[in-house]
Each structure stands twice: as structure tokens, then as C-alpha cells.
């Protein structure tokens, strides 16, 4: 479950973490097995926390440069650095980075003349037509938008998402850092991804800085092994 809150996070591109940027959103869409996912996103500076509404108490919580874990295991909430939880189970769950991984080069990258609203903000729907890993060309439907709070909570989102993938040891291809700079230069959030990420909601008020505390009562162990038996076995 924790990787699959983090695929929420790279359904496109990471770009910077802006220092202003606040604010909470619910996002939808596909996972890499094409089952349906939802994720809480919260996230204010260098801060963010990202949950599944059906497991709220197992999110991640990425705190400056630290990325955490937190779970409940045996009635226990513990909680571990993500590079642990990724060298001991990441084998276990689906890359964070498969919906971007097939865009191996950007053919174009174009805007029509059609606009949508999605969490209430408007936006624009570009087509994207790019080489997948074996040089197939496809095409997909962006829906972006200039509006500030979308720009934002893409930087902070993808922040988190291309941090894990580098604890994953994945490499995004350079269609994928090719996308991403695109959107920072044009100052662009992202708001939809063709059917397999889609932001339902939206609000640029800060979160409570508790938000973002470690959970009282908790403790830190350095390997899940014991308590979760099988755990990164094979």
C-alpha cells in the first residue's frame, strides 16, 4: 500500500518543491495493474503527507530531505525510514514510476483548442504523443492548467514521488525528465493524465503544522522483519 500511495506521486513528472506551496488535494487514477487507487495529498514548504483514505493510519511523511513510513503493525504504530522499506519490500510492490516509464522520448507535445475544469480549475487539454520503450509511438490526453495551487501541488506531489524512485534505484527515461522541465518552464500543473491520474479536489489553505509531527506514541526500528513475518523474503 505505501508504494502504491507513492505511484500517486509520479503519474508525471517530479519537478522542484517550491518553498511557498501549501495546500491538500485527493487524487485518483490507475495503479501500474490498472486497478483503481485514491490518495490524500498534504503538503506545506518542505513538508508533505500522503495517505490512502481506506488506510489512514499507514502514510508517508516526508519531512526536508527524510522520507518515513508510518504504519500500524500488531496494534503498534512504528514507523521507519522509506529507503529501509524499499530495500526490504520493494521487490513486493509495483514501481512507483510504471506509468512514466514508457514515455522513452516526447514526439510533441500540443495544446487543442478544447478546455476542461477538473477540482473546479480550468484547464487545457493537450495531446502528448511520444515513443514508449520500444520506440512505438502513443498518444495521451494532459489536461493543464497556469493556475498557481495546481502548479504547486504538482511540484510538491512529484517531489515526493521522484524521491522514492531514486531509493528504488529507478531511473526516469528522458522523455519523462523531458516532460517535467516543460512544465516547469511554462510554470503548468498537472490535473489529469488520460484515465490514470486525476485530481478530484483541491484546497491551497496550509495544513495545521501537526500534520506533518511525527505520530506521539510511535516508535523507530530499522527493520520490519520481526514483526512482519516474510517480509522481503523470497
Same mark, same amino acid.
Given at each position: 500500500m505505501m508504494l502504491r500511495i507513492a505511484a500517486t506521486a509520479l503519474l508525471s513528472l517530479s519537478l522542484p518543491l517550491l518553498a511557498h506551496a501549501a495546500g491538500?488535494?485527493?487524487l485518483a487514477g490507475l495503479d501500474d495493474r490498472g486497478q483503481p487507487f485514491s490518495a490524500s495529498v498534504e503538503y506545506a514548504g518542505n513538508n508533505l503527507r500522503a495517505a490512502s483514505p481506506q488506510s489512514p493510519n499507514n502514510y508517508l511523511?516526508? @519531512?526536508g530531505d527524510k522520507i518515513y513510513a508510518v504504519s @500500524? *503493525?500488531?496494534g503498534q504504530q512504528v514507523v521507519m525510514e522509506a529507503a529501509d522499506l524499499m530495500r526490504m519490500a520493494g521487490g513486493l510492490m509495483p514501481s512507483p514510476t510504471a506509468a512514466l516509464e514508457q514515455v522513452s522520448a516526447i514526439v510533441s507535445l500540443q495544446p487543442t483548442t478544447r478546455s476542461e475544469t477538473v477540482a473546479g480549475l480550468g484547464g487545457t487539454v493537450y495531446? +502528448?504523443?511520444? =515513443?514508449?520503450?520500444r520506440r512505438q509511438r502513443r498518444t495521451e490526453e494532459l489536461v493543464l492548467t497556469s493556475a498557481p495551487a495546481a502548479s504547486e501541488l504538482t511540484a510538491a506531489a512529484l517531489k515526493l514521488g521522484r524521491s522514492l524512485a531514486s531509493l528504488s534505484g529507478t531511473l526516469l527515461p528522458p522523455g519523462a525528465d523531458d516532460l517535467a522541465? @516543460? +512544465?516547469q518552464a511554462d510554470r503548468?500543473? +498537472? +490535473?489529469?493524465f488520460g484515465d490514470r491520474f486525476r *485530481? =478530484?479536489?483541491l484546497d491551497d489553505r496550509a495544513p495545521p503544522p501537526s500534520r506533518f509531527e511525527?505520530?506521539?506514541?510511535?516508535?523507530?526500528?530499522p527493520d520490519l522483519r520481526g514483526l512482519l513475518p516474510g517480509l522481503g523474503g523470497r
Open positions: 491538500t488535494a485527493r511523511l516526508a @519531512r @500500524r *503493525v500488531n495531446v +502528448l504523443t511520444y =515513443e514508449d520503450g522541465r @516543460r +512544465l503548468l500543473g +498537472l +490535473l489529469r *485530481v =478530484e479536489t511525527m505520530p506521539g506514541g510511535s516508535f523507530q526500528i
